[in-house]
């Protein structure tokens, strides 16, 4: 009963927010340019185009029914149209959700992979020099600048190495787009190659997606696996004579890893952030890379729906998590 | 006073915070100090074509940019507008945030909870996409990145403390001092907040290191200050077109980000170790 309460609290307050959300970015490109429209027109627009503009725009009606007008066209998915391109924003936004999701995804799975088994190590060799080199080691991945990690590598792995390509998705066309994810897509379609391609374009983004999200994941591993290795269900199992390497790979992790599941929300969060300027730099065709074209581009409404659709990715992911959360811990639903 | 000192004690101990003290102190004096440890301190606005893209010597300790320009002097300057940035941002962030946070946490009823709703679609989308919305819709200049790193941080704040304030309100000295009759003001500024204001220190100074961070991303993305502006985001970006000939471009100001992140992560952690009574549990248990 508890626990339907808490989903139909999250589900209620999912609208208010993104209804909030819309208010915020109507707020930034209605209200703060003191002309928008003379703002979209450029400098060289005379006083009729820019009038003609402003009513094809409808900035000439009051602010409320702008705003109104503005809720009721993205509510339907109508972006407007680029100031660059002329195409219909949504559509672009689109057509690069499935690029930048698949390279999340794989960040998320690669920081687990590692920095789960860290987390644990850390903390079952706590205070040792491993452990302080883990620390040091996590420590760095929360100060480092994604973007400037993702030149280092390149100039490693890519220019110097040749090991790995320099950027792009995937070598010349891409699979039939099924899931429209290029892993996922070529192994439907058999192709070997295009794996290999897809796969060898992935690597240096998702690593550096990957290393600071993984620092957050070995934090809260090693801080959760602390606490359970202490309690008393743990004596019991030692002196029911389990060996120390199943305790801790088997009971204490499932009960430490409730923590670590509930930061996937914040990691998320690291790594939407980071994927703007990581997708800059290795030329991935996702979210992030449209928004740096749209900001060299000065296309505000393009800047626009691109931050109303990340925020909702990410408010959307937060609920999935806190949902998840009550389920997994049921104490937590209040 | 006595805390002060405490706290000065407890920090000399942790030799990992005191390494974070000691890196940030390191980005003031050097902000500070700028125009006279400069090798070439005429080389933020000047160009000298013929040296381009020189790699480390004497002459040039971190190699000379597309223009010319001495790197180790641009990077000297940067620390500037670093800490310019981050300073004021954060500071506004604070100031807004925490008497919000104050007064949704003391009053109860619908004004409380618009305020809480309000702070809670900022947090709902990350920092960097509502900054670029609005870096982008102001123009590129560093006033702006403050400004929107202002108006994306400050629910921080209020997030943490509405909820310090609600888990005071119960407490007995407050109750008393609301019994012998203080307003709301008094009760808030001289109860409460000095009490959750070790909360506010550690939440601030690991927010310094993130807000490097994003205005870092902001210069690289182009919306920071404009060139030939020394800031360290800008920088990087510039050195992409010259990989990987020019592989001490990038070099320099990534560590500078690096080494000023680092020092305000560490010294966060080592003052929340010593300020949060919890942790400092944990942490006994944890040595146990």
């Given amino acids: ?334 | 006073m006595e805390t002060a000192s405490f706290l000065i004690r407890k920090l000399a101990e942790d030799r990992v915070a005191l390494l974070g003290a000691l890196l940030i102190s390191l980005l003031v004096l050097t902000a500070i100090f700028a125009p006279f440890l400069a090798t070439h301190p005429a080389d933020i606005a000047e160009f000298h074509p013929v040296e381009r893209l020189q790699g480390p010597a004497t002459a040039h300790f971190f190699g000379t940019d597309r223009m010319g320009s001495d790197i180790y002097s641009r990077i000297l300057f940067g620390a500037r507008i670093t800490i310019t940035i981050a300073v004021i941002a954060i500071g506004v962030s604070v100031l807004i945030g925490v008497p919000i946070g104050l007064i949704a946490g003391y009053y109860h009823g619908w004004f409380s909870d618009m305020l809480m709703r309000t702070s809670d679609i900022f947090l709902a989308v990350p920092q960097i996409v509502l900054a670029i919305a609005i870096a982008q819709t102001l123009g590129p200049s560093i006033e702006n990145v403050i400004l929107a790193l202002s108006a994306t941080y400050w629910p921080f704040w209020t997030r943490l403390v509405y909820a310090e304030t609600r888990s005071l309100q119960n407490e007995v000295f407050i109750e008393a001092s609301i019994a012998l009759g203080a307003p709301p003001w008094r009760v808030m500024l001289l109860h409460i907040l000095p009490n959750i204001m070790s909360s506010i220190i550690v939440r601030t100074t690991i927010g310094m290191g993130g807000t490097i961070l994003t205005a870092a991303a902001l210069g690289f993305l182009g919306l920071g200050a404009p060139a030939p502006s020394p800031e360290w985001g800008r920088m990087i970006s510039e050195s992409r077109e010259f990989l990987p000939e020019a592989w001490w471009y990038a070099t320099a100001p990534g560590l500078a980000i690096f080494m000023v992140v680092m020092g305000f992560n560490l010294l966060g952690d080592g003052l929340r170790d010593i300020l949060d009574p919890r942790i400092r549990r944990s942490r006994a248990h944890d040595s146990k």
């Fill in chain 1, 1 to 334: 009963m508890k626990l339907l309460v808490l989903v139909l609290n999250r589900f209620f307050w999912f609208f208010p927010t993104v209804l909030g959300l819309m208010l915020v970015t109507f707020t930034i490109s209605h209200v703060i340019p003191a002309d928008p429209v003379a703002f979209v027109a450029g400098d060289n627009a005379t006083n009729e185009q820019i009038e003609a503009l402003r009513a094809q725009l409808g900035l000439d009606q009051p602010v409320h029914v702008q705003l109104y007008r503005y809720v009721l066209s993205v509510v339907q998915g109508d972006f407007g149209v680029s100031l660059y391109t002329l195409r219909p924003i949504s559509h672009d936004l689109a057509s690069r959700v499935p690029a930048t999701l698949e390279l999340t995804f794989v960040a998320v799975l690669l920081s687990a992979a590692i920095g789960i088994p860290l987390g644990v190590i850390s903390a079952v060799n706590r205070n040792s020099l491993l452990d302080h080199l883990l620390r040091v080691f996590t420590v760095s991945g929360l100060a480092i600048a994604a973007f400037w990690l993702a030149i280092l590598l390149q100039l490693l792995f890519a220019m110097e190495l040749g090991w790995t390509p320099l950027q792009g998705r995937v070598d010349g066309w891409g699979p039939d787009e099924v899931t429209r994810f290029y892993l996922i897509d070529s192994l439907l379609m058999g192709d070997l190659d295009i794996f290999l391609s897809a796969a060898s374009h992935m690597m240096l983004p998702a690593i550096t997606l990957a290393y600071p999200a993984m620092a957050t994941i070995v934090r809260f591993t090693r801080a959760g696996v602390l606490e359970a290795i202490n309690s008393n269900y743990v004596m019991y199992e030692e002196a029911m004579g389990f060996p120390r390497r199943v305790i801790v790979w088997k009971f204490v992790l499932r009960n430490a890893l409730i923590g670590t599941v509930t930061q996937i929300g914040l990691i998320f969060g690291i790594l939407i952030a980071n994927a703007v300027v990581v997708e800059a730099v290795f030329d991935w065709p996702g979210l992030g890379l449209y928004a740096v074209q749209s900001i060299l581009q000065s296309d505000y409404n393009a800047i626009m729906g691109f931050t109303v659709v990340a925020g909702v990715i990410f408010i959307v992911v937060n609920l999935i998590v806190d949902i998840a959360h009550g389920f997994i811990d049921p104490r937590e639903s209040r």
